[in-house]
């Protein structure tokens, strides 16, 4: 799987959007790029995914250079609840044979939004 | 929809026994279900991939005699430590995805191990 790059931290204030960004500039035309988010001592949360499009769900949007090679989570009105490592992972589909379909975690962005 | 439940959340024994940890997804059926092991201050490492009704698949350097999972359902899979140290105290959590070629997966809220 291609890696990804993000940066170590960020800080938003309460009800600003949060614009995190990922780097993937080594990936492959079917993987997707999937964010995920992980409050401390609980599991990750699935936020969102895309291929090539744009994406937007509940949650957040997810914008996608046209090249591919970068993509930016935006959380549109961030609450203290928030506060979470966020997680850029790309993958391929799960019939692309061999293991590839698996997740595989960097270190993340630490997302800290103040009040 | 696409819930996956994990149990139990947390668990403390001594040193030399085994411990069993559940994961079920609750409203979707899961063929391959993940496990994965959490340290302090660290990323997500994959332990194995868990295939229902055949051997799960190991990632290097893990112990499959010592971590034991049997996925036995669509709904079910288990991972035992076997024989539990105090270095196998860690956060172990588990995820399934729904079917289909890009479906995400989803993480079970975890199982904080400590071994005395």
């Known amino acids: 799987d291609a890696k990804t790059t993000q940066p170590t931290s960020m800080d938003c204030a309460e009800g600003r959007a949060a614009n995190l960004p990922c780097n993937h500039s080594?990936?492959?035309?079917?993987?997707?790029v999937y964010w995920y988010r992980q409050i401390h001592s609980q599991g990750p949360q699935y936020i969102i995914h895309?291929?090539?499009n744009n994406e937007t769900n509940e949650m957040a949007s997810l914008i996608i250079t046209e090249d591919r090679k970068s993509s930016t989570l935006i959380l549109p009105h961030a609450t203290l609840r928030d506060t979470a490592v966020y997680y850029c992972?790309?993958?391929?589909?799960?019939?692309?044979?061999?293991?590839?379909?698996?997740?595989?975690f960097g270190k993340g962005t630490l997302l800290t939004v103040n009040p | 929809g696409a819930v996956v439940s994990q149990h139990p959340s947390w668990v403390i024994c001594k040193s030399g026994t085994s411990v069993k940890i559940e994961c079920r997804s609750l409203?979707?059926?899961?063929?391959?279900m993940f496990w994965y092991r959490q340290f302090p201050k660290q990323s997500l490492m994959l332990m194995a991939t868990?295939?229902?009704?055949?051997?799960?698949?190991?990632e290097q350097g893990v112990e499959k005699d010592k971590f034991l999972i049997n996925h036995a359902s669509l709904t079910l899979s288990t991972l035992t430590v076997t024989s539990a140290h105090p270095e196998d105290s860690s956060f172990y959590i588990c995820?399934?995805?729904?079917?289909?070629?890009?479906?995400?997966?989803?993480f079970g809220d975890g199982t904080r191990l400590s071994i005395l």
């Open positions: 995820s399934a995805s729904e079917q289909g070629d890009h479906q995400p997966q989803h």
């Open positions: 080594t990936i492959s035309g079917n993987e997707y």
């Open positions: 895309g291929l090539k």
């Open positions: 992972i790309v993958r391929r589909p799960f019939n692309s044979g061999g293991s590839n379909y698996k997740l595989t």
């Open positions: 409203d979707f059926q899961a063929t391959t």
């Open positions: 868990s295939n229902e009704g055949s051997k799960a698949t190991y």
